[in-house]
């Protein structure tokens, strides 16, 4: 009877260490979510900013160059 209490307090400290590392894992994927969604909104952003340039240029706008600026 002894054997089997033992083993029933390391599965429950078991399952209380696992539940502990979902929860960890879960804010984890949490934060990532937000950060790719963050990146997701500045990429269509640059996309958005690159369109309008390259639009710009075609109408007879400022020439864009990949020249280094003077401070370099």
Same mark, same amino acid.
């Given at each position: ?9 390391? &599965?429950?400290? @078991? %399952? ?6 979902? +929860?960890?894992?879960?804010?984890? !994927? /949490? ?14 952003? &640059?996309?958005? @900013? %690159? ?6 240029? +075609?109408?007879?706008?400022?020439? !864009? /160059? ?7």
């Amino acid at each position: 009877m002894n054997d089997f209490a033992d083993e029933l307090i390391e &599965l429950q400290t @078991r %399952i209380a260490y696992q539940e502990d590392t979902i +929860q960890q894992l879960n804010q984890v !994927i /949490t934060k990532q979510d937000a950060d790719i969604l963050q990146l997701q909104h500045q990429m269509r952003l &640059l996309a958005k @900013r %690159i369109d309008e340039l390259s639009l710009a240029q +075609q109408d007879g706008g400022e020439e !864009i /160059t990949n020249e280094r600026p003077p401070h370099y």
